[in-house]
């Protein structure tokens, strides 16, 4: 076997952050994509929001009070956190240093506004964006998930184009229409970036190999 595929199998302290409008398909695809690619955790955000039906305390969010929430604000403890259609999310900061010595890699699930901030902080961010293939859609998608009344699904769709907008500025954009394609271009787009961001380290346990073999 050469050395790329052991090599990137392992992460490097990389933090993904992946952004979509609500209904998208954000919290599928990192389910997916944590579950098949080795040394991939997903970061899990504290919210003031109330769980989903569907959705487990610690494994995806931590559900705080506003208090809570407000006492983490005032310690610094979040990396970044952002007022979201009425409710407030936040980051913990991860420890990038422990992350890197144990070659994990970060996937965040943050809106724009969280995204914008993180980067500021993180050089190793690599920003990948996931639209819906049209609202009507997305529309269907908020629907199907449930949790939501008629008024919300609207709110959430009224804020779904200005925030498509902010897509430009971010590395990757990945159209979520049939679940099987999104989920192999993001998986592309990891090891991509983790063969990238490897490449000396791949050259040179390539030539410690060559040498071995050839003298
Ligand atoms: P988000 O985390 O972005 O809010 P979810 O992952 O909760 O979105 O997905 C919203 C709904 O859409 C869920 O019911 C999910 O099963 C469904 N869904 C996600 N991606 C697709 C897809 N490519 N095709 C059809 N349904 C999808
Ligand atoms: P939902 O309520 O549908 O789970 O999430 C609503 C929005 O909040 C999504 O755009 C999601 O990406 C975003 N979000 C979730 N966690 C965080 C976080 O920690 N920080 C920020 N800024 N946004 C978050």
């Excluded at 979509?20 to 955000?45: D, E, N, W």
């Excluded at 040179?204 to 071995?212: A, H, S």
Aim: net charge positive.
């Amino acid at each position: 076997m050469g050395v790329e595929p052991q090599i990137t199998e392992k992460g490097t302290g990389l933090i993904f952050i992946l952004s979509a409008p609500s209904g998208t398909g954000k919290t599928t695809l990192v389910r997916a994509v944590v579950q098949q690619l080795p040394c991939l955790r997903f970061s899990i955000s504290f919210t003031t929001r109330l769980p989903r039906p569907n959705e487990r305390e610690d494994e995806d969010y931590h559900f705080v009070s506003h208090s809570v929430f407000q006492k983490m604000v005032e310690r610094n403890e979040f990396l970044e956190w952002a007022e979201v259609l009425g409710n407030r999310y936040g980051t913990p900061r991860p420890d990038l240093k422990k992350l890197k010595s144990l070659g994990i890699d970060l996937i965040l699930d943050i809106d724009t506004q969280g995204a914008k901030k993180a980067v500021k902080e993180m050089n190793q961010s690599v920003l990948i964006y996931l639209l819906p293939p049209s609202l009507k859609v997305l529309r269907e998608r908020l629907m199907m998930r449930g949790g939501d009344s008629l008024e919300r699904v609207k709110f959430r769709l009224s804020h779904a184009k200005k925030d498509m907008g902010e897509a430009s500025w971010y590395d990757y954009a990945i159209v979520n229409d049939r679940m099987e394609d999104a989920f192999e271009r993001l998986k592309s787009i990891i090891i991509a970036e983790r063969c990238r961001r490897a490449k000396d380290l791949i050259l040179e346990e390539n030539r410690r190999r060559w040498e071995e073999k050839n003298g």
